[in-house]
T-cell receptor, first 113, second 115 residues
Framework: AQSVTQPDARVTVSEGASLQLRCKYS??????LFWYVQYQRQGLQLLLK??????VVQGVNGFEAEFSKSDSSFHLRKASVHWSDSAVYFC???????????FGIGTRVLVRP | DPKIIQKPKYLVAVTGSEKILICEQY?????MYWYRQSAKKPLEFMFS???????DNQTASSRFQPQSSKKNHLDLQITALKPDDSATYFC??????????????FGPGTRLTVL
């Protein structure tokens, strides 16, 4: 069975500071990994995805994530956050058969002005 | 223009009643999904459909029944509602299911409250 752990329920950062959100996955086959963002009272929007190749993937709005097979991780980073980055961020994993997404519990990010 | 429409946005129901959650996608996708987001829990996969056929069902209760009248529609009928069914229900779609993976695009959700 696949699972995703996001150990940080809440993260507070100051505007302009860097951000890292942690994600660990458990999956026996080839994992396909995603980060989604949910702004208040909205649906989920895809930030970035990793299928294969370069372990560092670029996403929208300056976000990037790094895949580590040895560490079973897919951490999300942003060099300098803006107040509009306040949202809940979800890490998710799937496989090529069935395309069912398994999500982490999410990390709520609050960016202070 | 919104590409995935979910109706209604908010829904309040009484215990024991029945409701239908509507989902339509205009992305030309062949696969559609339902997920549930309950308080303090991760988003949870419920169903997947491909070309209007059920592909996967992870919902134990038969009270939840997807209905697909067209390829771009996947409604969710919930019968005998319980307070534990209170959650936000998200519809999603992707280009396909088999031979993937494929990115899933999510609708804005229907927030259901069962009293």
């Amino acid at each position: 069975a696949q699972s995703v752990t996001q150990p940080d329920a809440r993260v507070t950062v100051s505007e302009g500071a860097s951000l890292q959100l942690r994600c660990k996955y458990s999956y026996s086959g080839t994992p396909y990994l995603f980060w989604y963002v949910q702004y208040q009272r909205q649906g989920l929007q895809l930030l970035l995805k990793y299928y294969s190749g370069d372990p560092v993937v670029q996403g929208v709005n300056g976000f990037e994530a790094e895949f580590s097979k040895s560490d079973s991780s897919f951490h999300l980073r942003k060099a300098s956050v803006h107040w509009s980055d306040s949202a809940v961020y979800f890490c998710a994993v799937t496989n090529s058969a069935g395309n069912k997404l398994t999500f982490g519990i999410g990390t709520r990010v609050l960016v202070r002005p | 223009d919104p590409k995935i429409i979910q109706k209604p946005k908010y829904l309040v129901a009484v215990t024991g009643s029945e409701k239908i959650l509507i989902c339509e996608q205009y992305l030309g996708h062949n696969a559609m999904y339902w997920y549930r987001q309950s308080a303090k829990k991760p988003l949870e996969f419920m169903f997947s459909y491909s070309y209007q056929k059920l592909m996967d069902n992870q919902t134990a209760s038969s009270r939840f029944q997807p209905q697909s009248s067209k390829k771009n529609h996947l409604d969710l009928q919930i019968t005998a509602l319980k307070p534990d069914d209170s959650a936000t229900y998200f519809c999603a779609s992707s280009q396909d299911i088999s031979g993937g993976p494929y990115e899933q695009y999510f609708g804005p959700g229907t927030r259901l409250t069962v009293l």
